[in-house]
């Protein structure tokens, strides 16, 4: 790379870089307020929002990338264009590809990033989020627990708690049993959730217990501790749920039949395989159209906005029909080629806009006008 070459590469790259960040931001920002409603609902931590949030970078990251390359590509070429920095390099014998050669760069470092998170960062960030939504869901201390409320749980159960600490120290719990016609009460001044040989119990401290036998009399109990059982309020047989977004490339093209049976079909699986690996296709046709809106055609002194424009349309008129050729590909298989070459093609239009020559327009000439202009000039 000559020092022209990594000049441009740096004035290319900081956009981009800006570009994708500020675009990260602002899909951060989007899933942490999805999460919060999620979090306050079941009680969780801050953390637990924080790393759900985290979880799904790498998936906003897959979409990202070609948008922030083809904002940030424009930025920086529309002021190289400007201050006249382009002509200058021109000017001093570099040629057109050279003068690109830095923005391709550019373009396959970013396909290369896009290809890794598509195919190993997003299935395993989803499967964590997965796995980590579902212990929430199923967390009895979620479920059961919400502080100042009486919260009826399954199979009968009724929990209260006047007070909930930062450590997860519940204070004045009350909880009631109904069996059919057998009720059982329990109150204790602390609890806390725990497992014991991996199964849930509430732990009461310093409580009593009270229920009416089969001959209507009261009893009643008191005690420093008590472990209450709660795996009979608990679905043994639920599992996690995967989607297509969760699997591995191997899982989506070879899936097998318990995949098949709760993912989705061996052509909705493909698709989402096939869209996976085009996606990094995307961030070279960013990059074409941008170089192409830019130095594709002769130079305006007024302005590039009606190229810029034009480019934008086109880059997000192809975006939209790379989606709606990946939900086609789900029935009809023989249209994931399309994935590939829509992309392909895109990016084919534009380095031709690219490098054609740039020559004046021809007069079209008309031999009986020549005629008459000649005799009486």
Known sequence: MTLIQGYLFRQIGRPVLAACAALAGIGILSQSLDQLEFIVERGQSVWVMVKL???????????????????????????????????AVFASGVTRWQAIRPAVRLAVIAAVLTLFITTVAQPWAQRQAR?????????????????????????????????IEQNGLL???????????????????????????GQPYLTLLNGSWQRF????????????????????????NETVRYKASDLYL?????????DLERVGSAGQLAAEGHS??????????????????LMGGSFSRTGYGLRIAKAAAAFLIVRIIGYGVVAASAWNGWLNILQYLLPILATAIAL????????????????????LKARFA
């Not at 920086?76 to 382009?86: G, I, P, S």
């Not at 989506?252 to 318990?258: E, Q, T």
């Not at 490098?355 to 327009?361: E, I, M, W």
Request: cysteine-free; aromatic content about 10%.
């Open 352 to 371: 031709r806009v690219l490098f054609r020559a740039l020559k004046p327009r021809r007069r079209r000439r008309w031999p009986v006008l020549d005629r």
């Open 53 to 87: 949030t985290l979880l799904a970078l790498p998936q906003l990251l897959a979409v990202i990338i070609p948008i922030g390359l083809f904002v940030g590509a424009l930025t920086a070429l529309t002021r190289l264009q400007r201050e006249q920095e382009l002509t």
């Open 250 to 258: 191997p899982q989506l093209f070879n899936p097998s039949p318990r």
């Open 171 to 197: 204070k004045n719990l009350f909880v009631y049993v109904q069996d059919g016609d057998k009720t059982t009460t329990w109150d204790a001044a602390e609890a806390r959730f725990s497992r014991i040989d």
């Open 213 to 236: 036998s089969s001959r209507g009399v009261l009893e009643y109990l008191s005690f420093g501790r008590q472990d209450l059982p709660l795996a009979q309020y608990i679905d043994v």
């Open 276 to 293: 996976r690996l085009s996606a990094p296709l995307y961030a070279l046709t960013a990059m074409a159209m941008a170089l192409a809106a």
């Open 131 to 163: 796995n980590e939504t579902f212990a929430v869901r199923t967390d009895l201390a979620a479920l059961l627990v919400e502080e100042g409320r009486f919260v009826q749980g399954p199979k009968g159960l009724t929990v209260y708690v006047q007070q």
